[in-house]
């Protein structure tokens, strides 16, 4: 069976909703043992009693990956258990919206925090067990905004810059020792996230901004998780043992064909 992922070990942050809950899920349902990382408990139990239920048994971890010491704790007590980590699926990410002149220090560091060093130290964490074994796959969840500029995006631009940029370094240093990295750039998705965004700042227009901020994607509509997902299952499969060091936009044809 094509992208059969049968005895992996799959780490996915943020894995308690939206993205990262698709990856977690299809990736179970392709054989893959799951470890969902998120900061939200409840979304987090969730997820991985759903999957424990249709699939094979997923283990969630209560961690904020902005934070260094609860991160090498996690990865140690998934380490500890006999097994080794093959898969790290970086998708844990928040956003801003706001120019530079809308953009605090602590909207900066909270960001910074979270996009970045949460990227940082979960691959920090994984790459020792990559080494030993030789071999691993890494997926960083970047942004259409890491290559193409975005109005009111700066903070989350920057971050999300800084996640393609790493993805190339990671790629490039650890070639000899058959880690693959790449990375995902999605366009607008339809997540919780985007219902939230709309029912906060234009209440009682709720479905005619949705239909506007779908029709900003040249297809016409926004991208689901799923969709995400699958691209990831397909990164990170034997099928795709060639590939690494690459961004790939899923975006409804929004770098290239939008203007």
Known sequence: ?????????????????????????????????????????????????????????????????ANTEEVEKVFKEINGAGQSIDILINSAGIGFVGNIEKTTEQ??????????????????SAIPGFKEKNRGVIINMASIASSVAVADRFAYSMTKGAVLTMT???????????????????????TSFVDGFIAKNYPGKEKEMFE??????????????????????????????????????????????NG
């Open 1 to 65: 069976m094509r992208f059969n992922l049968e005895n992996k070990i799959a780490v996915i942050t943020g894995g308690g909703s939206g993205i990262g809950k698709a990856i977690a899920e299809t990736f179970a349902e392709m054989g893959a043992t799951v470890h969902i990382i998120d900061r939200s408990a409840d979304a987090g139990h969730h997820t991985a009693a759903e999957i424990s239920q249709k699939h094979t048994e997923a283990f969630f971890y209560e961690c904020d990956v």
């Open 107 to 124: 909207d900066l560091d909270r960001l910074y925090g979270v996009n970045i060093k949460g990227v940082f130290n979960c691959i920090s």
């Open 212 to 257: 506007n901020l779908s029709r900003t994607q040249p297809m016409g509509r926004m991208g689901t998780p799923q969709e995400v997902a699958n691209l990831a299952l397909y990164l990170c499969s034997d099928e795709a043992a060639f590939i690494t060091g690459t961004d790939f936009p899923i975006d409804g044809g929004f770098i290239k064909l």
């Open 168 to 190: 190339y370094s990671i790629a490039k240093d650890y070639l000899a020792h058959n880690i693959r990295c790449n990375c995902i750039s999605p366009a607008r998705i339809h």
